[in-house]
């Protein structure tokens, strides 16, 4: 096996640190966790972590950075063309709900994370910019998708994803304090709902549009 360039080591380091401080994150939740605790559990001195994150604030926005990039790469994955932009939304919407279902505990760190991050203004406007980042992402997918389905959009793009983060993470907060209250198909009425209110639907406009190009699918 070939040696590691120092730079290969680092990146691996931090990627290794990057798992860890999930894995402690998720266990205890944001506030319980410290450095120390990550730095031991992963096997470094508190002055490797240091060296790599100045805080568990920008630690965490590291984290939270490379679930965007997983959530924009879904984004990139093209799947059957749907009959229209509503079956669009609403197969979509299930996929949301499954992924809400499976990374529960997930979604719970990033709540507690968020509320935090609202009362401090230096660490909410950082938030805010590395989620703009998916939600400007999201928002490009959405026209992309509404263009291959003869959709018109009314208002623009950014609402829509906006819109449907905000119904996203109202629905997850639901589903955490009580499943059984929270009815399945939910968050793909909300999503439908609210897309019927911003985009005309076309099926001329739609098939000329599905001889061209696939739908990119809207997951958050």
């Not at 499976?102 to 991050?117: I, N, P, R, S, V």
């Not at 019927?196 to 061209?212: C, D, F, H, M, N």
């Amino acid at each position: 096996m070939p040696r590691m360039s120092r730079a290969e080591k680092k990146e691996l380091t931090t990627s290794q640190l990057l798992e860890t401080a999930r894995e402690v994150f998720l266990e205890r939740g944001y506030h319980r966790s410290t450095l120390d605790d990550i730095a031991d559990a992963a096997g470094f001195t508190k002055g490797a972590v240091y060296a790599r994150f100045k805080s568990k604030d920008e630690l965490f926005l590291a984290l939270y950075d490379d679930w965007v990039d997983q959530r924009i790469a879904d984004l990139a994955r093209y799947n059957t063309p749907p009959k229209s932009f509503e079956a669009l939304l609403r197969s979509d919407a299930k996929r949301l709900m499954a992924l809400r279902s499976a990374h529960a505990d997930w979604y719970l760190l990033l709540l507690e994370f968020w509320t935090y991050a609202a009362r401090d203004e230096r660490l909410r406007a950082e938030l805010a910019a590395h989620h703009e980042r998916f939600v400007q992402n999201l928002a490009r997918a959405i026209e992309a998708s509404a263009a291959a389905m003869g959709a018109t959009l009314k208002r623009p793009a950014i609402d829509l994803a906006r819109g449907g983060s905000a119904i996203s993470f109202g629905v997850t907060l639901e589903r955490l304090l009580d499943p059984k209250a929270v009815p399945e198909t939910l968050m793909e009425s909300l999503l439908v709902l609210l897309a019927a209110e911003i985009t005309v639907p076309s099926a001329e406009k739609g098939a000329r549009a599905r001889q061209k190009t696939r739908p990119r699918p809207i997951t958050a």
